[in-house]
């Protein structure tokens, strides 16, 4: 069996096929010696170990865009605190941004280090009911750079995934670098065993997001992952005293709403810029805190609240099936 999640693109046999490294398509490939000197062969023995760990999340979240700077870790983080504004539920997030990971400056987490028990290593967190891990808290400094190739990132990605000590966890957000890469299908594939929910797709209103933006949507479909929605950040300037909003990023071609429909993807909504985001994730704090009665706020919770009912129906579905399995 390949690493390569099911109807992915033909032209990549994955490292555990016997033509990894050898096919017509691996030519030129940077990773084409590593692959091809992979051993043994066939199927991730982790993957097991996954599904074990992640046994004890309730709901995982991917969050998603093609495209870089449309506010995908800003989402991906004031998603996790909204859900976290219940502190009856345990929410964690989970950094697979290798490369760029922001998420520890966001959460207000900058300078923090991993701690390593038996039962694994320990997320650090925000609250008692909110955790996060990344590859941020490895470094010794926020200004080194990760120079890695697509086997190290993908061995730290199952390495978060199959040792990180979640505990209980009713939701686990996964914010991840832009693109349709190594990160990407590496998440996917470890996770193919565990139920994920979804993905939430996030992009601006102007067509040079769209673009890619519906790249990911494909890639989404090819790979199985279910779409929970398309979120369109930014599509709107509220200025935060006269609270009036005006179009700073027109959708020449009818936003994210229209790019949904086209796609037959659900759309979960549209996010004003509010400059006061920004100020918070710069100094790691809630902006639904700070500032409650804002018209980005209301956006956000009416948009978690539309995952939440989605990932609820999911796992009542998953139920209804396991029920039926079992009758039959």
């Known amino acids: 069996m390949s690493d390569v999640p099911k109807n992915a693109p033909d032209h990549c046999p994955g490292t555990e096929s016997e033509d990894a490294g050898k096919g017509e398509a691996c030519q030129g490939c940077p990773n084409q010696n590593i692959c091809a000197s992979a051993k043994p062969k066939g199927p991730d023995p982790d993957v097991a170990d996954v599904q074990k760990r992640m046994s004890s999340v309730k709901h995982k979240i991917i969050v998603l ?19 976290a504004q219940d502190e009856n539920k345990q929410v964690g997030v989970l950094d697979v941004d290798i490369c760029g990971p922001s998420i520890p400056r966001v959460m207000g987490l900058e300078g923090e ?6 039962s694994g290593w320990s997320p650090v967190y925000v609250e008692d009911n909110l955790g996060v891990m990344s590859v941020g808290f490895l470094l010794a400094s926020p200004d080194d750079a990760v120079i890695w190739r697509g086997p190290k990132k993908n061995g730290l990605i199952k390495q978060f ?7 209980e966890q009713d939701y686990l957000v996964i914010d991840t670098p ?7 299908l590496s998440i996917v594939q470890y996770l193919s065993t565990s139920n994920v929910d979804g993905a939430v797709i996030i992009t601006t209103p102007q067509e040079v997001s769209l673009l890619d933006v519906r790249k990911e949507i494909s890639f989404a479909k090819k790979v199985d992952l279910p779409i929970i929605g398309v979120v369109e950040n930014m599509s709107g300037f509220i200025c935060p005293k006269c609270k009036n909003e005006s ?3 027109p959708p020449t071609t009818g936003g994210g709403e229209k790019m949904s429909q086209d796609m037959g993807v659900p759309f979960l909504g549209r996010l004003p810029l509010d400059p006061r985001i920004g100020k918070c994730c710069d100094e790691g704090s809630s902006f639904f805190q700070e500032f409650p009665d804002s018209p980005a706020t209301m956006a956000y919770n009416e948009i978690i609240t539309k995952i939440q009912a989605f990932c609820e129906a999911h796992t009542s579905d998953k139920e209804t099936g396991e029920s039926a399995m079992e009758t039959t």
């Open 161 to 167: 995934l199959k040792d990180v000590d979640w505990g």
């Open 65 to 83: 865009s093609g495209k870089g700077g449309v506010g995908k870790s800003t989402f991906t983080a004031n998603l996790a605190r909204g859900l």
């Open 247 to 249: 179009q700073i990023f």
């Open 113 to 118: 280090q991993v701690h390593q028990s038996g």
């Open 178 to 184: 832009p693109g349709t890469s190594d990160e990407h």
